[in-house]
């Protein structure tokens, strides 16, 4: 007995851990998001409460047994019968209607944020990351970055999403749905954070081997903040300031790094993989798959299909003792 | 007794679909994929990549054989496709049917059209206009290149070749085998 109560209050408990995460549709951080842990709120009553009555009912019958039924006449059962099975007939179908129009309330509701004073974030999906843009009318001040999300709070924004090879799909549940990326198609939706902070999204749309390791992270800051990251990833590169990290430079743009990745600045100016002109900034490395640390770095560049097996990334042989001013130059980049 | 035999029967039916099953799983063997390979260090084949089979002096001896680890593997010959536009190979020699470069579907190559010989030339790079890759990408890349380039002339199986291309156009590979098929 004491274990049955005990397996049924664990489940229970998982939902305490639900509150002020990085990545859950029940805490939202946005208008839409909100709408939508209501609707699931309302869903997770309304079905939980008929589960329970569904449940006790059988419980019922069962400890009842035929006898009691058998000694009512049988008129009276037929009709008591009939009974039951219209007005339970009746309430599904109303439960049911009630949660449609619940539903499609809360999709108006999404749908329905207001415009005004909004910016433009253009996100392609890409083989297992994230290309980021942020679109402005002033050509010298577009930015470019990779898996990595700054948005002012309290400012609606519109993703404008495509892929640029299968169908991935844009999540961030603190904030709004999944909207697919499709190739060759722009699917667009608009968020909003009202609460600063840090929310995580996931490829939501199954994209290949590495679908589990496409991350992107959205961060939420006042306008302020938010004006002095763009001013600061506007800039070109820091220029290396020791004959170590020239060292890197020259490496980097001596290896096959230049082949598919950017560094404003410097001649390196390829668009096939992430643009690293201000990787030192990011948080994380290869979409969210590792923290944004030296070491990290180290054991992605030297064996990436390691790290995240089958992803795009070349294996290329760098020497050992290039590898240090490398590391030191990737991570000064600010 | 009848009874008996039926339920016999029952049983025989069931075991036999038993190891239908079991014979369908040893079928469940896919594709080997090399998505770890060693970043080796770039080997030139000298001897085996000869470009005319003349040669003076004494007798001939017999020329290395140099495979393509990756003949026949679907997976690297796509890479190789995802590459070729990667690396702007198609910026010069377009989808295999040249432009800029020359064309890539052909039988006359001028510096030969065998793996070792298109190995040789995208490490080393050729006169007008080819450039030389040798210690930029890693020598498995190269390999995969080469593994889609023959693709594109109908040298590999056709069940490991992509049905169609990563964009729009039809994959020359198809229309080889179309075209050839439709001459028989």
Partial sequence: ?334 | MACLRSIERGCCVRTVWCIFGLVLLTSCQREHRDIRPSPTQLALFGDAARESPLRPGGPVLPQAVVTNPYTGSAYDIAEGQRLYEWYNCSGCHFKGGGGIGPPLIKTDWIYGGEPENLFDTIVKGRPNGMPSWGGRIPAYQIWQIIAFIRSMNGMQPTSATASRGDTIETNPQNLVNRTSGATK
Wanted: charged share 20%; hydrophobic share 45%; aromatic share 8%.
């Fill in chain 1, 1 to 334: 007995m004491k274990a049955r109560l005990a397996a049924s209050v664990a489940p229970l408990l998982l939902f305490t851990g639900c509150a002020g995460h990085q990545q859950s549709a029940i805490d939202p951080a946005g208008p839409q998001a909100e709408h939508i842990g209501m609707l699931w709120w309302v869903f997770f009553s309304v079905l939980g409460i008929i589960f329970i009555a569904v449940m006790a009912f059988t419980l019922l019958s069962l400890m009842r047994g035929d006898r009691e039924i058998e000694q009512e006449p049988h008129e009276a059962k037929e009709k008591k019968l009939t009974r039951i099975v219209a007005g339970v007939t009746i309430g599904t179908v109303v439960t049911l209607f009630l949660l449609l129009v619940s539903s499609i309330v809360t999709g108006k509701a999404v749908s329905e944020l207001s415009q005004k004073n909004g910016m433009v974030i253009e996100v392609t999906g890409n083989q297992w990351w994230w290309y980021v843009r942020y679109q402005n009318d002033d050509p010298t001040k577009i930015v470019v970055t990779a898996n990595e999300i700054h948005i002012p709070v309290g400012r609606p924004v519109m993703i404008r999403g495509t892929s640029n090879d299968v169908i991935h799909s844009f999540w961030v549940p603190n904030l709004h749905g999944k909207r697919d990326l499709i190739p060759s198609r722009v699917t667009t939706e608009w968020i909003q954070a009202d609460k600063p902070g840090i929310y995580r999204g996931q490829c939501a749309e199954f994209c290949g081997l590495q679908h589990a390791l496409m991350a992107l992270w959205v961060i939420a800051e006042p306008q302020n903040k938010f004006n002095a990251w763009m001013k600061e990833q506007l800039e070109p590169a820091a220029d290396p300031t020791d004959p170590d990290k020239e060292r890197g430079q020259q490496v980097f743009l001596n290896n096959a790094c230049v082949f598919c990745h950017a560094i404003r600045g410097t001649t390196a100016a390829a668009e096939i993989g992430p643009d690293l002109t201000h990787f030192g900034s990011r948080r994380s490395i290869a979409a969210g798959t590792l923290p944004n640390t030296k070491g990290n770095l180290g054991g992605w560049i030297s064996d990436p299909q390691g790290v995240k097996p089958g992803n795009h990334m070349a294996t290329i042989a760098v020497n050992p003792n290039e590898l240090e001013p490398l590391l030191n130059y990737i991570e000064s980049l600010k």
